[in-house]
């Protein structure tokens, strides 16, 4: 028992079964700390049918699940579409198991996984406004169902005080509705209310804005970044920088931000320098034609902005 199960999710499940049917022949029937542990040592290698076998044999034989009930919350999380995990729920609640908060929401995040929304929606009906579990998971559930307008109003309901759910609601609205403006006063009412926003809501907005043309959203929000304090992580540099190989004319306003003061990691200037060797490369005026040598008919494209600058960026959002 003095191990945690998750040091048995690396694929070593045979030795945790070694140790349990040792554990066994000493002490004949285990307890639930070490039937629990096996559970969800199983869950952890994806082996949910002996994992269920596993609870259905310790309550058949009469025996209680008293303390942690975690292996229970793993194993109804886990079911493979929303009808099993209802039925699980129903099986237990036959057998007299009493499900706290924590398991009721492991059902509807499994109904979320099977993007079932008729019972996503009809279970996050029946969560009360003090359930902070049962309120994340049925945000979160609404999301991956694309009910984001429900999602929106039982997170405004709800009142959560969880930050990583005010950041899932962010990038729901980023990533999901593209819609960066609702996303981006999300972001400052999270800052206002004492919550770190989460470096990959950052990343999802920065791309966002370089995927929308923003480049003015998107130098304000590295500058408001930089002013702030907030270190801007090499990995969100980059994930940015790899969408300016579509806009190459970011490659020089992100230049200028550098010389103005702006510290870049060392890859993303590797990434910069690259770029801008591909404009060179792409604007380069073409030589003086050797007289001696017969001209081409046809020369290399030269990129060009479909239309200005100033008319392409929009400042609207910010």
């Not at 952890?44 to 310790?58: I, S, Y």
Request: with cysteine; net charge negative; glycine share 6%.
């Amino acid at each position: 028992p003095s191990y945690r199960p998750r040091q048995w999710a690396d694929g070593l499940l045979h030795v945790a079964e070694d140790v349990h049917k040792e554990a066994t022949s000493r002490f004949g029937d285990l307890d639930w700390t070490l039937e629990g542990a096996m559970i969800e040592a199983r869950v952890l290698n994806e082996d949910f049918g002996r994992a269920l076998l596993q609870l259905r044999t310790f309550l058949n034989a009469g025996r209680s699940i008293n303390g942690d009930n975690r292996a229970v919350v793993s194993l109804l999380r886990s079911q493979p579409s929303a009808t099993d995990a209802i039925a699980l729920q129903a099986e237990l609640d036959v057998l007299g198991i009493a499900l706290d908060r924590k398991c009721r929401a492991a059902v509807i995040t499994a109904c979320g996984n099977d993007k079932h929304r008729d019972l996503v929606e009809q279970l996050a009906a029946q969560v009360e406004d003090d359930d902070s579990h049962g309120g994340s998971a049925s945000i979160r559930a609404l999301s991956s169902c694309r009910e984001w307008r429900s999602a929106l109003k039982m997170f405004q309901r709800m009142k959560i005080k969880d930050g990583q759910v005010w950041a899932e609601i962010i990038l729901m609205h980023i990533e999901g509705r593209q819609d960066i403006g609702t996303g981006w006063r999300y972001i400052r009412q999270m800052e206002e209310a004492g919550f770190e926003v989460p470096d990959d809501v950052y990343e999802a907005l920065l791309c966002a804005l370089v995927s929308s043309e923003n480049m003015i959203g998107f130098l304000k929000v590295l500058r408001k970044m930089e002013r702030s304090g907030r270190p801007i992580l090499e990995r969100t540099f980059c994930a940015v920088l790899n969408c300016f190989h579509e806009y190459p004319y970011a490659l020089v306003e992100l230049s200028m931000l550098r010389r103005s003061g702006l510290s870049l990691p060392a890859e993303c200037i590797s990434i910069m320098n690259s770029g801008r060797a591909f404009m060179s490369r792409m604007y380069a005026e073409e030589p003086e034609p050797d007289p001696l040598v017969p001209r081409k008919t046809s020369s290399a494209p030269v990129i060009q902005p479909s239309r200005p600058v100033s008319e392409k960026f929009s400042d609207s959002i910010f």
